[in-house]
């Protein structure tokens, strides 16, 4: 299983096996993929659901016990979430049981945003009459994180070694914080946005924070690892390789570019690879860009392209006047004359 990080569209479960997405606007970390193997070993000991959903004549659904003893009646769009929890409509509004029919999350709300791979937490909202939304967070213990305000929130982290969930929460002044789901803030309200680099991979949490069209690189302590600075670009170099490395672009003056920084390549002056210390690694005077079907990465220095891997060890030093890939093949220019890749390394 990879560990790449990916930036992708929250889901929230409407109906039973689909999840549908919203706007891009409110995009979030989804760990689907990303979780390590010490957690499927874990929840593999958890015991399977103890009741089931039938399906009525008029469409409705009933939890029951396996014996046939009706727990709940009268459910509409029930899926059953991490073989815990039934999340469903009842009279049209959204709520939470477990398998005893036990209500964890009233049958209030207009719409329930869970992480559909942990499911330990749940983004409650309820919509006034004016079309806006008052979001708030309850645990699994049916226990309010955070109640229900004007805030933005959506899922950001979950920490797998100390069953652990993180939101982003975003308040009606415009700051944004770190919320973990005992509801302490693990970093206050003080950014304009954050953006989680590294969620659900089982280790500590790193993030691109920005503030004033300034960015910075923090932890989720809020230790600064790079300092705020304008027209500059963090994101995990190698989410999949240990150690963690970061890529730190530098941008033109006045550039707005956001996303991965292979979607940014003519906003990109110079890069570097960074530690978790904050230690240079390797510095390049352009974008440092990823072949395609190879896990190498091209860099430049004094005029000339060099390689380097993905633990920021250099492979080819600096040498080539241009390279081109192929995908399945990379030429590289030395001498003025165009040559395979694989003539100077093995490829795998």
């Known amino acids: ?7 992708l ?27 390590p193997n010490s957690y499927f070993e ?7 659901f103890a009741g089931k959903l039938v399906e009525q004549a008029d469409s409705t659904q009933q939890l029951q016990e396996l014996n046939g003893k009706v727990l709940l009646d009268n459910l509409t769009d029930a899926y059953i979430l991490m073989d815990t929890y039934v999340l469903a409509k009842q009279h049209g509004k959204y709520g939470v049981i477990n398998a005893a029919g036990q209500i964890i999350v009233p049958f209030e709300y207009d719409e329930i945003q869970t992480e559909p791979d942990i499911a330990t937490s749940f983004i409650v909202s309820v919509k006034s009459s004016d079309g806006k939304s008052k979001q ?9 994180v955070y109640p229900l305000d004007n805030a933005h929130i959506e899922h950001a982290h979950y920490d797998s070694g100390y069953d652990q969930d993180y939101f982003i929460v975003a308040k009606n002044n415009g700051l944004t914080g770190l919320l973990d789901d005992r509801g302490y803030w693990a970093i206050r309200p003080q950014y304009d946005a954050i953006n989680p680099l590294n969620a659900c991979t089982g280790e500590p949490l790193y993030l691109q924070v920005s503030l004033q069209n300034k ?10 690892i790079i300092p705020l600075a304008a027209n500059q670009h963090i994101e995990a170099f190698n989410a999949s390789a240990k150690p963690l490395l970061f890529l730190r672009s530098s ?11 292979e979607d940014i390549q003519e906003d990109i002056v110079s890069a570097q690879i960074i530690d978790a210390n904050g230690k240079l690694i390797l ?18 220095q004094a005029g000339k ?8 060890n250099v492979i080819l030093e600096p040498q080539f006047d241009s390279y081109r890939d192929d995908a399945n093949e990379v030429w590289v220019e030395k001498n003025g004359k165009m040559q395979r890749l694989n003539t100077f390394i093995k490829l795998e």
């Not at 960015?215 to 600064?224: C, E, F, H, K, P």
């Not at 941008?251 to 920084?261: C, D, N, P, Y």
Request: hydrophobic fraction near 40%; glycine fraction near 10%; proline fraction near 3%.
């Open 1 to 7: 299983m990879t560990n790449e990080l990916a930036l």
């Open 9 to 35: 569209t929250w889901v929230t479960i409407l109906s039973i096996g689909a999840v549908s997405a919203i706007t891009p606007a409110h995009a979030t970390i989804s760990c689907a993929g990303y979780l």
């Open 42 to 48: 874990r929840i593999e000991n958890n015991k399977p």
């Open 283 to 300: 510095a390049s005077d352009a974008p440092i860009r990823k072949l395609l079907y190879h896990q190498l990465y091209t860099y430049k």
């Open 305 to 312: 392209f060099g390689i380097v891997n993905d633990k920021g």
């Open 215 to 224: 960015t910075a690189l923090i932890d989720q302590n809020n230790d600064v």
């Open 136 to 144: 708030g967070i309850i645990n699994r213990h049916g226990g309010w």
């Open 251 to 261: 941008l033109v003056a006045g550039s707005r570019a956001i996303g991965m920084s």
